[in-house]
């Protein structure tokens, strides 16, 4: 009770030797999930790893365990996300997050004829979350086809009423992408970037001009 309580109160360095004794005298999904969000909120992952590898002993089959594996493998061990997201999607064949994530692993590695497999896989199960026709339209604007690339880039722009600026600069590369330099113009102008990653990807798109 007390590491949750201190996990509440962000005191995470308190909290992590509380819950794993927690966790190891009763090694239950929960109590992994508590101890791994004290490990991530201290920016450790390699113990959040580690403690999610280790429930995965005991159930290994566990679908959401696997899926904050894979999530804290996107940044350090791509092929081993890659590897467990697939078992996701063999076992739950409708979890969407795990294909869109599939389908952003396998558009990074440049592999298209699979990122779409699961960008399409994805939309179909979930057409009304804008990250998901967000990726849809990305992966099918990387794969040539810009017509139906721009017309999911405006959904997702839509469906997050403009408000995610990531969609919206993918959005301003796709009406780019399609010969709307005005339309992508005004919207750029638009932008106010908050990560420094979206800062560059501006720069990037304003030079095209």
Same mark, same amino acid.
């Given at each position: ?128 979350? #804008? =990250? ?5 339209? !990305?992966? $099918? %604007? &990387? ?6 690339? *721009? ?25 780019? #992408? =399609? ?5 992508? !113009?005004? $919207? %750029? &102008? ?6 420094? *990653? ?12």
């Amino acid at each position: 009770m007390l590491g949750r309580i201190l996990l509440l109160e962000q005191k995470y360095v308190q909290a992590i030797p509380k819950l794993t004794a927690l966790y190891n005298a009763y090694p239950t999904s929960q109590n992994a999930i508590y101890l791994v969000n004290a490990y991530v909120s201290n920016k450790d992952n390699s113990g959040a790893g580690a403690v999610l590898e280790n429930y995965l002993k005991i159930d290994s089959s566990n679908n959401k365990i696997k899926t904050m594996l894979a999530s804290i493998y996107l940044e350090s061990d791509i092929k081993k996300s890659i590897s467990i997201y697939n078992d996701v999607v063999v076992e739950q064949p409708k979890n969407f997050i795990a294909h869109n994530n599939l389908a952003w692993l396998y558009f990074e590695q440049n592999k298209l004829d699979k990122a779409l497999v699961h960008a399409e896989t994805a939309f179909s199960l979930a057409p009304q979350v #804008a =990250n998901i026709v967000d990726t849809y339209g !990305k992966v $099918l %604007l &990387a794969a040539g086809n810009k017509k139906a690339a *721009l017309s999911h880039a405006r959904d997702a722009s839509t469906i997050a009423k403009g408000k995610d600026i990531d969609i919206q600069l993918n959005y301003i590369e796709a009406l780019m #992408a =399609n010969n709307r330099m005005l339309d992508a !113009k005004k $919207l %750029l &102008a638009m932008i106010k970037t908050n990560t420094e *990653l979206q800062k560059d990807k501006k720069v990037m798109l304003q030079e095209q001009f």
